[in-house]
Antibody, heavy 118, light 108 residues
Framework: QITLRESGPTVVKPTQTLTLTCTVS??????????VGWIRQPPGKAPEWLGF???????RYSPFLRSRLTITRDTSKNQVVLKMTNMDPVDTATYYC??????????WGQGTLVTVSS | EIVLTQSPATLSLSPGERATLSCRAS??????LAWYQQKPGQAPRLLIY???KRATGIPARFSGSGSGTDFTLTISSLEPEDYALYYC??????????FGPGTKVEIK
């Protein structure tokens, strides 16, 4: 059974860096064909893809946020980490970790609401 | 950037009725379109991928069709648990896998 769980701060201040960790179970982030990504959803709005990492460490980022995003894997802990720099109140959203199947998000974490406020 | 437009914004139907949701792309996405269902306070759930393939565990009353720029999600007979928000998403154009704005299916 595939599960994903996001963890990290619920509140960050403007200009700070957000670090979220996705701990997965039921699969390995280093198994051939596996991809894990991040999607966020501002309150009352549609989801938005941020980026994802493949099993071979190939990464893809949203061009709108590429300069602020870093996605890394910790294969020893079976985790994927998202870092987003220079946070702004418009980045307030629920951040989801997802498992990809054919580049679709077929399994989602429960999500974590991150509020950017001073 | 490929823009997805969903219609209607809100669909008011009674249980047992047929629901037809539309998703239109600003340019062709071939068959690379998915539908997700989201209930309040929950993460989205993948229903349909590659335009017409049901994801694991999705009931047969959900079906998808279309290709190119016009797609349809049909719920053949609405069950109480189907009242939710539905999003379409294209994956042909990475790094811009865009979502549509959503259609809300509400109880009439």
């Amino acid at each position: 059974q595939i599960t994903l769980r996001e963890s990290g701060p619920t509140v960050v201040k403007p200009t700070q860096t957000l670090t979220l960790t996705c701990t997965v179970s039921g699969f390995s982030v280093s198994t051939s064909g596996v991809a894990v990504g991040w999607i966020r959803q501002p309150p009352g709005k549609a989801p938005e893809w941020l980026g994802f990492t493949y099993w071979d460490d190939d990464k893809r980022y949203s061009p709108f946020l590429r300069s602020r995003l870093t996605i890394t894997r910790d294969t020893s802990k079976n985790q994927v980490v998202l870092k987003m720099t220079n946070m702004d109140p418009v980045d307030t959203a629920t951040y989801y970790c997802v498992h990809l199947y054919g580049d679709y998000a077929d399994h989602w974490g429960q999500g974590t609401l991150v509020t950017v406020s001073s | 950037e490929i823009v997805l437009t969903q219609s209607p914004a809100t669909l008011s139907l009674s249980p047992g009725e047929r629901a037809t949701l539309s998703c239109r792309a600003s340019e062709s996405v071939s068959i690379f379109l998915a539908w997700y269902q989201q209930k309040p306070g929950q993460a989205p759930r993948l229903l349909i991928y590659d335009a017409s393939k049901r994801a694991t565990g999705i009931p047969a009353r959900f079906s998808g069709s279309g290709s190119g720029t016009d797609f349809t999600l049909t719920i053949s007979s609405l069950e109480p648990e189907d009242y939710a928000l539905y999003y379409c998403q294209q994956r042909i154009n990475w790094p811009l896998f865009t979502f549509g704005p959503g259609t809300k299916v509400e109880i009439k």
